[in-house]
Structure formats: structure tokens, C-alpha cells
């Protein structure tokens, strides 16, 4: 039952997203001014533009604020990376003194293309680790098994914590000393893998992190890329969950009176048919790989160092521990821009699959 | 009947029931359970050992009779319970208006048409997967702007409320500065969690009838009139679903605490940014850690185990 709601929630969701129309801003402005003249003319005006009279004192408020907040607050922040704003100083808005320096620097700094490149492979590995094993979830919870709810529930559990508490259990969980991963790999014999993942440094908690040997391996970005998969990987599954429950029974009845094989029928009936919940959990998954930004700062501070420092710590560390306000601001429009090419292909699909 | 069927007769045993593969499946769900229940587990038991037990012992066994302490929790529940009182007075206020704004919202662009709409549909919608960190530098210069603690001047600093009462003490509710940035804090994620709740609330309304709401604004009730009386009461449901999400999503977030509340900590912390400093410390053992973190995850727990259905379908419904 739940789950049919959950489906229908998830086409709801493909069906209403739109992609950002260049035109959408100047025709709510243009509702707005109909919406100024009360008088004779507007009762004339067509049902058309009525609804949009009548409809306005809903949508409006929430859109000023959300808008102010969202957009407002996007458009300020280039015109800062425009500037030479830092230290204590007020940034000056004064169009003649912008210029793109702030995106020279970015350019040519070293720290800038390890955080973006560490940001891709944060990106890419975590996003297809996570599809895969939400995958194997969704496809494990869906064989028709008892107390289906009581395992959806308790693999989906680790969404619903904060960033900070599932950083201080996993920093807990890669302890060397006494951590259950170590303590797990000597159980088994693997003492000579037990690590101390979560450095190749010493974490001295208030301090920041020294670092100690030079990491080869992105053992670290790995070790956080592994609890992340942990924590996200329920999410992928109730996505795919949904996916599968909309594949109509006579599917699986006509793949298995043709004689597939389980794991041919998954291959060749299944999986294609969930591309579109392959496409809705893999943007969401990326934009939350930009925002993991919490669990980095909760272990390592604003400073990871160069194995896992990505975009987002490396803005933070850039504005508010070493106040290069302008800077800090390049680097967020460049992770802005981003996500914007991740997110506005996939609204215009979205949009134009609704519209069709 | 088939010789299978007469077989699991006269044996008396489910033939299905005992096939490999099943036995397969269930061993392969089960292992998965021990994974992700595994930090919390761990989590737990340790919260629950002395400094000398948790050192010497596996993390995952329980403690001891000798190495059982509950003072981790009384620790970090003296040390909590202030940010988590200012946790719950952020998330509540913010988790319902966003919800309000957003149903607001989802009704004035899905129940009427008029062209234009889709694409403030649009704006909606992209402001949901939005980095944060592209807000923050602004976020932290408005605030530093706008003086809230100024404003409201006359409203802080009163006594809301104040009696005496047996065995307690004198009772005292009042409002305290802080409570600027707090509110500051409530703007931000009223606003920011908009576009999901319109999201989440837009799905809803696609399915409401046409023809009842034709119906009731042909008896001449007004676009308030029929949010009130019919949209707003159909709305339960979905009310329910995304004041869950979203209280968990404003609990859970340290990154706009961390702008917004000045120097980050003091008595203005929220539940995430203590828990932090908690952890964060050096002299802080894991015993204390690991009962910090069930303290500060206790409220979004609760949620969940209470209503995990709700949480489930604003997790599929949105995000």
C-alpha cells in the first residue's frame, strides 16, 4: 500500500520538473501588475489571467522569500566573487572596480584542481557506488519476502541521521586502536590490512588534522566515500524500490514462462526499465556528494587536507577560517556551476517527458 | 496431486519453504541488517562502557557487569540539553512554516492555470538542488546586516513567564537575545525549504479533483474559500509526510548553524554544532562521543522509528 503511494509520488515528482524557463521570472511579473488593477478592467480580463490574479496571494509570498533566498542570494554572491572583498574590510560594490581576478587565482591554483578533482572522484565513485548497492537492495527487498518493511526500514535507517552523528560513529568505527572495521579484519586474520584509515595523519580534534605520511591511495577519500555509501545507499533503494513496483507482474510471468533465468530476466526485462529511477537517484545522490561537506567538516575540520579536501571545504576554509571572502566566492560559483550542469539537463528531461 | 505436493505431506514440511535459495536471500538481508546496524550498535554498547572497558574490549559486546557505566549519557546529556532545547525551538516553527508556505505555494500552481506558470514551477523546483555553499558568503553578510537582535529589542529580554512551584524552584520561561540568531536561523530554512515542500505538496494537488474545486468556485467560493475548505483538509496526509522530512532535513543541518549563529557556539548552539564541539574536543573519550551523538539523534530517531512510512515517502517523493 505504502509503496503504491511511494510510486505514484515518484512519477508525480518526473512529471513536475520543469526546466528553468528564461521567461518564467517576466511572466509572474507580468500577473503581478494585473494583479495592481482591482478595478472594471481586470473583471473583464479572460479566466486566464484571473487565475493568475487569484492564484497570486498563494504563490507569491512563498516565491519573494524562497526567491530572495535562493536567487537573491545566488546573484549577490558573483557580484562578491567581482570584488576584491576580504579580510575585515566591507566588500564595494562599485561595477567599475570588477573584474574576473578571484577566477584567475582559482585557475591557478594548485589546492583548487586537487579539491575539483577530488570533487569528481567524490562525485563519480559515490554516486555509481551508491545506485549499485541501492540496486541490489531494492532487487534483495523485492523477491517476495516476509517482514519486507522491517529490512526497507532498517536500511533506509541511516538517511535520517545528521551528518555530524554519522561522522562521529564512523570516526569511532575507523578507529585504529579499538574501531570495529580494525577489529573486524583481525578477527578474520587480516591484521596487516587493520589501517588507520581515516589519516595517513593524526587527528587531534580541536587542532585539525597533522598529516603524517603522504597518501597514495585515497585511502581517506575512500574510508569517507564507504560510510557515505553506508549512510546513502537506503535512499537509492527506495528510489529503485518504487522503479520495480511499477514494472507491471506479467513482465516477471512472461520472462519466466520464456525460461530466463532470474539473472537474465533482471538484465534484459528489468534493469531497462529503470533507467528513469536510475536518472532521479543519481542527481540527487551528486547534489548531496557536493553538500558532504558536514561529514568531511565534522572529521577533519576545514581542512582535509589533500586527499579529501573537495570544493565545498575548500570554499568554507577559503571564507570563513581564512576570510578570502571574494575567493571563497569564485569557488562557490564554480561549484554552482557545477551542479547546474548536473540538475538543468535532467529538469529539461523531466520537462519536456511531461510535456510530451 | 502432484508427487512434490504429496511429498511435503507426508513429510510435513513446507518443500518451499526450505529452498536454498531462500535460505540464501534471508542470510544475505540479514548480513546486510548487521552492516548497517553495526555503527549504531557499536555506537551504543560503547556509550555504555567505562574508559577502561571500551579500551580493552571489542567495540560491539556489551559491557561487562563491572564495566557498565551510564555517566557517558549524563555527560553529554547535561552538556546537550540546552542546544537541544534550541534545536527543537529552530526545527518546529521552521518545519511548520515551510510546510505552510509550501502547500501555499503548490496550491496557487497546480489548482489554477495561467500561463508562465510552469516556469515559476521551475524556479521552484531547481532551488531544491541548489550547493549551499553558493548562499553562504551572502547568507552571512545579510545577517551581519540585518541587526534581528535590534529589532527586537523591546520583545527580548522579557519574562515570558515565572512561578514558583513546589520541589522545582522558581520556574522561568523568558526570552533571552539569542533567541535573534535563532530566528535568523528560522528565516533561512523557512526559506530554503521551500522549494521541496512545494515540490512535495504540488504532487499531492495534481491528483485533487478538477472537477470538485470547479464545482465549489461555481457555488461561488472564493480561491481562500476553497483552500480553506477543501484543499487545506485534504491536505492532512501530505502535511504529515513533509513536516517529518523537513524536521528531520532542518535537525540535521550544521552547515547554515554554522554561519548563521555567531562564533558558532555559545547559547545559541543548536544540537548539531554542540554535538560537534562535544566530539570535537581532545579530552572528550569515545564513550562520551558515541552517547553525545545518540542524544543529538535522538529526536530524528524517534521520528523515524515512529513514523518511518512518512519519512520514506518524502525521501521518494522529494530530496
Same mark, same amino acid.
Given at each position: 500500500?505504502?509503496?503504491?503511494?511511494?510510486?505514484?509520488?515518484?512519477?508525480?515528482?518526473?512529471?513536475?520538473?520543469?526546466?528553468?524557463?528564461?521567461?518564467?521570472?517576466?511572466?509572474?511579473?507580468?500577473?503581478?501588475?494585473?494583479?495592481?488593477?482591482?478595478?472594471?478592467?481586470?473583471?473583464?480580463?479572460?479566466?486566464?489571467?484571473?487565475?493568475?490574479?487569484?492564484?497570486?496571494?498563494?504563490?507569491?509570498?512563498?516565491?519573494?522569500?524562497?526567491?530572495?533566498?535562493?536567487?537573491?542570494?545566488?546573484?549577490?554572491?558573483?557580484?562578491?566573487?567581482?570584488?576584491?572583498?576580504?579580510?575585515?574590510?566591507?566588500?564595494?560594490?562599485?561595477?567599475?572596480?570588477?573584474?574576473?581576478?578571484?577566477?584567475?587565482?582559482?585557475?591557478?591554483?594548485?589546492?583548487?584542481?586537487?579539491?575539483?578533482?577530488?570533487?569528481?572522484?567524490?562525485?563519480?565513485?559515490?554516486?555509481?557506488?551508491?545506485?549499485?548497492?541501492?540496486?541490489?537492495?531494492?532487487?534483495?527487498?523485492?523477491? /517476495?519476502?516476509?517482514?519486507?518493511?522491517?529490512? @526497507?526500514? =532498517?536500511? &533506509?535507517?541511516?538517511?535520517?541521521? %545528521?551528518? !555530524?552523528?554519522? +561522522?562521529?560513529?564512523?570516526?569511532?568505527?575507523?578507529?585504529?586502536?579499538?574501531?570495529?572495521?580494525?577489529?573486524?579484519?583481525?578477527?578474520?586474520?587480516?591484521?596487516?590490512?587493520?589501517?588507520?584509515?581515516?589519516?595517513?595523519?593524526?587527528?587531534?580534534?580541536?587542532?585539525?588534522?597533522?598529516?603524517?605520511?603522504?597518501?597514495?591511495?585515497?585511502?581517506?577519500?575512500?574510508?569517507?566515500?564507504?560510510?557515505?555509501?553506508?549512510?546513502?545507499?537506503?535512499?537509492?533503494?527506495?528510489?529503485?524500490?518504487?522503479?520495480?513496483?511499477?514494472?507491471?507482474?506479467?513482465?516477471?510471468?512472461?520472462?519466466?514462462?520464456? /525460461?530466463?533465468?532470474?539473472?537474465?530476466?533482471? @538484465?534484459? =526485462?528489468? &534493469?531497462?526499465?529503470?533507467?528513469? %529511477?536510475? !536518472?532521479?537517484? +543519481?542527481?540527487?545522490?551528486?547534489?548531496?556528494?557536493?553538500?558532504?561537506?558536514?561529514?568531511?567538516?565534522?572529521?577533519?575540520?576545514?581542512?582535509?587536507?589533500?586527499?579529501?579536501?573537495?570544493?565545498?571545504?575548500?570554499?568554507?576554509?577559503?571564507?570563513?577560517?581564512?576570510?578570502?571572502?571574494?575567493?571563497?566566492?569564485?569557488?562557490?560559483?564554480?561549484?554552482?556551476?557545477?551542479?547546474?550542469?548536473?540538475?538543468?539537463?535532467?529538469?529539461?528531461?523531466?520537462?519536456?517527458?511531461?510535456?510530451? | 496431486?502432484?508427487?512434490?505436493?504429496?511429498?511435503?505431506?507426508?513429510?510435513?514440511?513446507?518443500?518451499?519453504?526450505?529452498?536454498?535459495?531462500?535460505?540464501?536471500?534471508?542470510?544475505?538481508?540479514?548480513?546486510?541488517?548487521?552492516?548497517?546496524?553495526?555503527?549504531?550498535?557499536?555506537?551504543?554498547?560503547?556509550?555504555?562502557?567505562?574508559?577502561?572497558?571500551?579500551?580493552?574490549?571489542?567495540?560491539?559486546?556489551?559491557?561487562?557487569?563491572?564495566?557498565?557505566?551510564?555517566?557517558?549519557?549524563?555527560?553529554?546529556?547535561?552538556?546537550?540539553?540546552?542546544?537541544?532545547?534550541?534545536?527543537?525551538?529552530?526545527?518546529?516553527?521552521?518545519?511548520?512554516?515551510?510546510?505552510?508556505?509550501?502547500?501555499?505555494?503548490?496550491?496557487?500552481?497546480?489548482?489554477?492555470?495561467?500561463?508562465?506558470?510552469?516556469?515559476?514551477?521551475?524556479?521552484?523546483?531547481?532551488?531544491?538542488?541548489?550547493?549551499?555553499?553558493?548562499?553562504?558568503?551572502?547568507?552571512?553578510?545579510?545577517?551581519?546586516?540585518?541587526?534581528?537582535?535590534?529589532?527586537?529589542?523591546?520583545?527580548?529580554?522579557?519574562?515570558?513567564?515565572?512561578?514558583?512551584?513546589?520541589?522545582?524552584?522558581?520556574?522561568?520561561?523568558?526570552?533571552?537575545?539569542?533567541?535573534?540568531?535563532?530566528?535568523?536561523?528560522?528565516?533561512?530554512?523557512?526559506?530554503?525549504?521551500?522549494?521541496?515542500?512545494?515540490?512535495?505538496?504540488?504532487?499531492?494537488?495534481?491528483?485533487?479533483?478538477?472537477?470538485?474545486?470547479?464545482?465549489?468556485?461555481?457555488?461561488?467560493?472564493?480561491?481562500?474559500?476553497?483552500?480553506?475548505?477543501?484543499?487545506?483538509?485534504?491536505?492532512?496526509?501530505?502535511?504529515?509526510?513533509?513536516?517529518?522530512?523537513?524536521?528531520?532535513?532542518?535537525?540535521?543541518?550544521?552547515?547554515?548553524?554554522?554561519?548563521?549563529?555567531?562564533?558558532?557556539?555559545?547559547?545559541?548552539?543548536?544540537?548539531?554544532?554542540?554535538?560537534?564541539?562535544?566530539?570535537?574536543?581532545?579530552?572528550?573519550?569515545?564513550?562520551?562521543?558515541?552517547?553525545?551523538?545518540?542524544?543529538?539523534?535522538?529526536?530524528?530517531?524517534?521520528?523515524?522509528?515512529?513514523?518511518?512510512?512518512?519519512?520514506?515517502?518524502?525521501?521518494?517523493?522529494?530530496?
Amino acid at each position: 500500500m505504502s509503496t503504491h503511494i511511494l510510486k505514484r509520488l515518484l512519477d508525480r515528482l518526473r512529471d513536475g520538473g520543469p526546466p528553468v524557463r528564461t521567461d518564467g521570472g517576466t511572466a509572474a511579473a507580468g500577473s503581478e501588475t494585473a494583479g495592481g488593477d482591482s478595478d472594471v478592467g481586470s473583471a473583464l480580463s479572460s479566466l486566464r489571467e484571473s487565475d493568475a490574479v487569484r492564484s497570486a496571494p498563494f504563490w507569491l509570498p512563498p516565491f519573494l522569500l524562497m526567491g530572495f533566498f535562493v536567487y537573491g542570494a545566488i546573484s549577490w554572491n558573483i557580484v562578491i566573487s567581482l570584488t576584491d572583498f576580504g579580510g575585515l574590510t566591507l566588500p564595494t560594490y562599485d561595477p567599475s572596480t570588477f573584474d574576473l581576478e578571484m577566477y584567475r587565482r582559482a585557475f591557478s591554483d594548485g589546492q583548487f584542481w586537487i579539491a575539483t578533482r577530488n570533487t569528481f572522484v567524490l562525485l563519480i565513485s559515490f554516486t555509481g557506488l551508491s545506485l549499485a548497492g541501492g540496486l541490489g537492495l531494492a532487487i534483495l527487498v523485492d523477491r /517476495g519476502i516476509r517482514f519486507e518493511n522491517w529490512f @526497507r526500514t =532498517v536500511y &533506509l535507517l541511516p538517511f535520517s541521521l %545528521s551528518f !555530524v552523528v554519522t +561522522a562521529v560513529f564512523w570516526r569511532w568505527m575507523y578507529n585504529f586502536d579499538s574501531g570495529l572495521i580494525n577489529a573486524f579484519l583481525r578477527g578474520i586474520g587480516l591484521d596487516f590490512v587493520a589501517s588507520k584509515w581515516l589519516t595517513g595523519s593524526i587527528d587531534t580534534g580541536a587542532l585539525g588534522a597533522i598529516p603524517l605520511v603522504p597518501d597514495t591511495f585515497y585511502f581517506k577519500l575512500f574510508a569517507v566515500i564507504f560510510a557515505l555509501l553506508w549512510q546513502f545507499s537506503g535512499y537509492a533503494m527506495v528510489v529503485y524500490l518504487a522503479g520495480l513496483r511499477a514494472i507491471p507482474n506479467d513482465q516477471y510471468e512472461a520472462a519466466r514462462v520464456d /525460461g530466463a533465468s532470474i539473472l537474465r530476466m533482471y @538484465r534484459r =526485462v528489468i &534493469l531497462p526499465q529503470l533507467r528513469a %529511477s536510475t !536518472v532521479s537517484a +543519481a542527481v540527487v545522490l551528486m547534489v548531496f556528494a557536493l553538500k558532504a561537506f558536514d561529514f568531511l567538516y565534522v572529521l577533519f575540520g576545514s581542512n582535509p587536507g589533500p586527499t579529501a579536501d573537495i570544493l565545498s571545504t575548500m570554499m568554507y576554509r577559503q571564507a570563513f577560517s581564512a576570510n578570502e571572502w571574494a575567493y571563497g566566492s569564485a569557488i562557490a560559483v564554480v561549484l554552482f556551476v557545477v551542479a547546474l550542469t548536473v540538475v538543468a539537463p535532467y529538469l529539461y528531461g523531466e520537462y519536456r517527458r511531461g510535456e510530451l | 496431486m502432484s508427487v512434490r505436493d504429496d511429498l511435503a505431506e507426508r513429510v510435513g514440511v513446507d518443500l518451499e519453504a526450505i529452498d536454498p535459495l531462500r535460505v540464501a536471500l534471508y542470510a544475505t538481508l540479514v548480513g546486510l541488517v548487521v552492516f548497517y546496524l553495526s555503527p549504531l550498535e557499536s555506537g551504543l554498547m560503547t556509550a555504555l562502557k567505562t574508559e577502561a572497558e571500551f579500551a580493552t574490549s571489542p567495540p560491539f559486546v556489551p559491557p561487562t557487569v563491572e564495566g557498565f557505566t551510564l555517566e557517558p549519557f549524563g555527560v553529554a546529556i547535561d552538556t546537550l540539553s540546552s542546544a537541544i532545547l534550541n534545536s527543537i525551538m529552530l526545527a518546529v516553527p521552521a518545519t511548520v512554516l515551510s510546510a505552510l508556505f509550501g502547500s501555499f505555494a503548490a496550491y496557487g500552481l497546480t489548482n489554477f492555470e495561467w500561463r508562465g506558470q510552469l516556469g515559476v514551477v521551475a524556479l521552484f523546483i531547481a532551488g531544491i538542488f541548489i550547493p549551499y555553499q553558493a548562499v553562504l558568503i551572502p547568507l552571512s553578510r545579510l545577517w551581519a546586516i540585518v541587526d534581528t537582535q535590534e529589532l527586537l529589542a523591546p520583545l527580548l529580554d522579557i519574562t515570558v513567564f515565572s512561578a514558583q512551584v513546589p520541589v522545582l524552584g522558581t520556574v522561568e520561561l523568558a526570552t533571552h537575545p539569542h533567541y535573534a540568531s535563532i530566528i535568523n536561523l528560522i528565516i533561512t530554512h523557512t526559506a530554503y525549504g521551500i522549494p521541496i515542500t512545494t515540490l512535495l505538496f504540488r504532487g499531492y494537488y495534481k491528483k485533487l479533483s478538477t472537477e470538485m474545486l470547479e464545482a465549489a468556485r461555481l457555488d461561488g467560493a472564493g480561491a481562500f474559500t476553497v483552500y480553506r475548505r477543501i484543499v487545506l483538509p485534504l491536505s492532512m496526509p501530505m502535511f504529515a509526510v513533509t513536516l517529518i522530512y523537513q524536521f528531520t532535513q532542518v535537525w540535521n543541518d550544521l552547515l547554515f548553524a554554522l554561519i548563521i549563529i555567531p562564533s558558532g557556539s555559545g547559547p545559541a548552539a543548536v544540537a548539531t554544532i554542540a554535538l560537534n564541539e562535544l566530539t570535537g574536543g581532545i579530552i572528550q573519550t569515545f564513550n562520551t562521543q558515541m552517547a553525545g551523538a545518540f542524544v543529538a539523534a535522538l529526536p530524528t530517531l524517534l521520528v523515524y522509528v515512529l513514523f518511518g512510512d512518512k519519512f520514506a515517502k518524502g525521501v521518494a517523493g522529494g530530496t
